[in-house]
């Protein structure tokens, strides 16, 4: 399986970006997957997880009501729009697929594969 982010750029605060991920090989339909973001020297922190089995969305309270996950299945892609968007929002981005659906995962070790992510850069 191989995930392959895209929409990363420069952006003003209080702008918007859209990214993508696209996965391909042999993915599960149902699979869950999520947005993780990593900052320097910061841990790797999730953004926007989607349950697989019911598309049941997750966001912590730092981006909720600004980012948004949603999927397009039948082209096996997911997408993360984010709007006004903060310098603290800098980081950048990863795409991540679980290797089940029954539940939306929040850690890093619960994604099997990983894109290889696309730096954001909100200017304040």
């Known amino acids: 399986v191989q995930l392959q982010a895209s929409g990363g750029g420069l952006v003003q605060a209080g702008g918007s970006l859209r990214l993508s991920c696209a996965a391909s090989?042999?993915?599960?339909?149902?699979?869950?997957m999520g947005w993780f973001r990593q900052a320097p020297g910061q841990e790797r922190e999730l953004v926007a997880a989607?349950?697989?089995?019911?598309?049941?969305?997750y966001y912590p309270n730092a981006v909720k009501g600004r980012f948004t996950i949603s999927r397009d299945v039948a082209k096996n892609t997911i997408f993360l729009q984010m709007n006004s968007l903060k310098p603290e929002d800098t980081a950048v981005y990863y795409c991540?697929?679980?290797?089940?659906?029954?539940?939306?995962?929040?850690?890093?070790?619960?994604?099997?594969?990983w894109g290889q992510g696309t730096l954001v850069t909100v200017s304040s």
């Open positions: 991540a697929f679980a290797h089940a659906g029954s539940y939306y995962y929040t850690r890093p070790s619960e994604y099997r594969y």
């Open positions: 090989g042999r993915t599960g339909r149902s699979y869950s």
């Open positions: 989607v349950r697989g089995s019911d598309s049941f969305t």
